[in-house]
């Protein structure tokens, strides 16, 4: 079973940064795409950011272009969004999402294009 784990959510002012991260287990990560979505409270879930399974295509979302970079480390299994000049409104849960060979290419934003989703870890900015 893929069971994309994230971590690394919290509090931080708005200017700041932060950093997540998303664990897959060794057997599935290589070989699939990887996302961020994130849920605001009263808001549908949306679309940030994605990247190829060997991390060189990408899509971001426009309100994040510029502040949010994604890269993946397939040593670790892992994803990274780094996150800079937080603004408010980028508070909500943030998930990550998984998606076998030939699904999903970057540029799909439909969260139900994922097949495998993370519990979500909060990430509040304050004014």
């Known amino acids: 079973q893929v069971h994309p784990v994230e971590s690394g959510g919290g509090l931080v002012q708005a200017g700041g940064s932060l950093t997540l991260s998303c664990t897959v287990s060794?057997?599935?990560?290589?070989?699939?795409?990887m996302a961020w979505f994130r849920q605001a409270p009263g808001k549908e879930r949306e679309f940030v950011v994605a990247i190829n399974w060997e991390g060189k295509n990408t899509y971001y979302t426009d309100a994040v272009k510029g502040r949010f970079t994604i890269f993946r480390d397939n040593v670790r299994n892992t994803i990274f969004l780094t996150m800079s000049s937080l603004k408010p409104e980028d508070t909500a849960v943030y998930y990550c999402?998984?998606?076998?060979?030939?699904?999903?290419?970057?540029?799909?934003?439909?969260?139900?294009?994922?097949?495998?989703w993370g519990q979500g870890i909060q990430v509040n900015v304050s004014s």
């Open positions: 999402a998984a998606d076998p060979p030939f699904g999903v290419v970057p540029s799909d934003i439909d969260p139900h294009k994922y097949d495998y």
């Open positions: 060794e057997q599935y990560y290589s070989s699939y795409a």
